[in-house]
């Protein structure tokens, strides 16, 4: 007797499809913390080094944009160990509008070392080609709602 395979339906839910590569997920998402952990000690280092001063002589909106990263790059680790995609997304925000404004400011003012935004730009690289599958497994881990969930718990 062979046995009988009930047809999906609300009354028998088919099983999610796997995720996407755990094990390289895990590691991107690592490596991603790890980038944006070094972004974050980088620019809290020259706050704590420059005081008021810290990035004295640039425009005040190249200062208040590189202040505010020591915000935006610990915002983005919280995300990713949340495992949201909403920080896959602002990871990718912070280091494009990072890299631009870098390599604007050494092609414009220079001042600031080239080999910086060479890491970042590699660091990006690797977001840009890797957020696809994170935000995937990001998805795919969400506990599903039901009645006794609610959505964005």
């Known amino acids: 007797m062979q046995p009988v395979t009930p047809p999906p339906g609300p009354a028998y ?5 796997p995720a996407p590569h755990h094990r390289a997920a895990r590691l991107l998402r690592w490596l991603w ?3 944006f952990a070094v972004g974050t000690t980088t620019h ?4 704590v080094v420059g005081g008021a001063d810290a990035y004295a002589g640039l425009h005040p909106a190249l200062r208040a944009f590189w202040i505010s990263l020591t915000l935006w790059d610990p915002l983005v680790i919280v ?11 602002l990871g ?3 280091i ?8 604007s400011v050494i092609a414009v003012v220079g001042g600031i070392p080239v080999w910086g935004a ?14 696809r599958l994170l935000a995937r497994w990001f998805a795919h881990d969400r506990p599903t709602p ?8």
Do not use: C, E, M
């Not at 995300?79 to 997304?89: D, E």
């Not at 060479?118 to 957020?131: E, G, K, P, R």
């Not at 039901?146 to 718990?153: E, L």
């Open 79 to 89: 995300l990713l160990l949340l495992r949201r995609r909403a920080g896959v997304v």
């Open 92 to 94: 990718l925000i912070v």
């Open 13 to 17: 839910p088919q099983a999610p499809a």
């Open 44 to 47: 809290v280092a020259d706050l």
């Open 146 to 153: 039901g009645p006794d969930r609610h959505r964005d718990s």
């Open 33 to 35: 913390i790890a980038g």
């Open 96 to 103: 494009l509008a990072d890299i631009a404004v870098n390599w």
């Open 118 to 131: 060479v890491d970042q730009t590699a660091f990006a690289v690797l977001l840009l080609a890797s957020a």
